[in-house]
T-cell receptor
Framework: SQQGEEDPQALSIQEGENATMNCSYKTSINNLQWYRQNSGRGLVHLIL?????REKHSGRLRVTLDTSKKSSSLLITASRAADTASYFCATDVGGADGLTFGKGTHLIIQP | AAGVIQSPRHLIKEKRETATLKCYPI?????VYWYQQGPGQDPQFLIS???????DKGSIPDRFSAQQFSDYHSELNMSSLELGDSALYFC???????????FGSGTRLTVV
């Protein structure tokens, strides 16, 4: 089963609104990362939150991590049409085991 | 700043042929990872190398192999290609202890 499960699978909102995406995982992690992917393109690293952190900000992005619930959320404030993309959470258990990605949330920002 | 370079960007092969994908990690990154992303799917971890030694294997078919060379570039070799191998193949690199991976733009492999 997937380590990272995200919801919603798709989200459509109006420009200027906030978008919230959630991710749940199953095992203990070293850190959790969020990535963005424009259609058919590469993955762009957005933000990393370590297991001992609860919240992190980067520009219009806010990430929370609740290790007791094994969940994380990504909030994009004041959304823009250019934010339209797929967003993936990925868990890192440390070492060179690679990331385990969730299914992703496809975000559409309506102008 | 230099990013992770992958080549080729696009590749079309016929069934049962062989393909080789190349990845040039960011200088001084000590770990390289390969991922496969099928159409509409999430990326799946295939294999990783730490300091030129294979470190971990994920869901990599036996028909695939990979290696990392003395200059740290890595190659993913895929033989007896099947239609289901059509996907985006990403390489990523990281530096131990720094967290965060840098992904290449990917190679889109189409098997016909």
């Amino acid at each position: 089963s997937q380590q990272g499960e995200e919801d919603p699978q798709a989200l459509s909102i109006q420009e200027g609104e906030n978008a919230t995406m959630n991710c749940s995982y199953k095992t203990s992690i070293n850190n959790l990362q969020w990535y963005r992917q424009n259609s058919g393109r590469g993955l762009v690293h957005l933000i990393l939150i370590r297991s001992n952190e609860r919240e992190k900000h980067s520009g219009r992005l806010r990430v929370t991590l609740d290790t007791s619930k094994k969940s994380s959320s990504l909030l994009i404030t004041a959304s823009r049409a250019a934010d339209t993309a797929s967003y993936f959470c990925a868990t890192d258990v440390g070492g060179a085991d690679g990331l385990t990605f969730g299914k992703g949330t496809h975000l559409i920002i309506q102008p | 700043a230099a990013g992770v370079i992958q080549s080729p960007r696009h590749l079309i092969k016929e069934k049962r042929e062989t393909a080789t994908l190349k990845c040039y990690p960011i200088p001084r990154h000590d770990t390289v990872y390969w991922y496969q992303q099928g159409p509409g799917q999430d990326p799946q971890f295939l294999i990783s190398f730490y300091e030129k030694m294979q470190s971990d294997k994920g869901s990599i078919p036996d028909r695939f192999s990979a290696q990392q060379f003395s200059d740290y570039h890595s190659e993913l070799n895929m033989s007896s290609l099947e239609l289901g191998d059509s996907a985006l193949y990403f390489c990523a690199s990281s530096a131990t202890g720094r967290g965060g991976y840098t992904f290449g733009s990917g190679t889109r492999l189409t098997v016909v």
